[in-house]
Nanobody
Framework: QVQLVESGGGLVQAGGPLRLSCAAS????????MGWFRQAPGKEREFVAA???????TIYTDSVKGRFTISRDNAKNTGLQMNSLKPEDTAVYYC????????????????????WGQGTQVTVSS
């Protein structure tokens, strides 16, 4: 069983930075690939970024490439550094975890993920 708790959301002006964190519980965190998703009002949940269980591979949706960075550490934390934020980044952001078959695998579909956090609101003002 894995429990995920996001933090770091808030209100930021366009162009500014924000860092989200996801704290995981469980003894085998290193075996889980992690992902970040977001859902804006009236829209479906969409993939943002993912990182393999080894941390060696990352993948991003096109709209955040070059602006967002996903990372993980041995203390069961997964981060999402968001720079140059835009109003269209406004959404509830969720972290998710899936037991990875291979250490280099990343997952971009939300149906692949087993565990989800409660979400944290990010609002970017213009």
């Amino acid at each position: 069983q894995v429990q995920l708790v996001e933090s770091g959301g808030g209100l930021v002006q366009a162009g500014g930075p924000l860092r989200l964190s996801c704290a995981a519980s469980g003894r085998t965190f290193s075996a889980y690939a992690m992902g970040w998703f977001r859902q804006a009002p009236g829209k479906e949940r969409e993939f943002v970024a993912a990182i393999s269980s080894s941390g060696g591979r990352t993948i991003y949706t096109d709209s955040v490439k070059g602006r967002f960075t996903i990372s993980r550490d041995n203390a069961k934390n997964t981060g999402l550094q968001m720079n140059s934020l835009k109003p269209e980044d406004t959404a509830v952001y969720y972290c998710a975890a899936v037991l990875s078959l291979r250490s280099g695998d990343t997952y971009t579909n939300d149906i692949d993920y087993t565990y989800w956090g409660q979400g944290t609101q990010v609002t970017v003002s213009s």
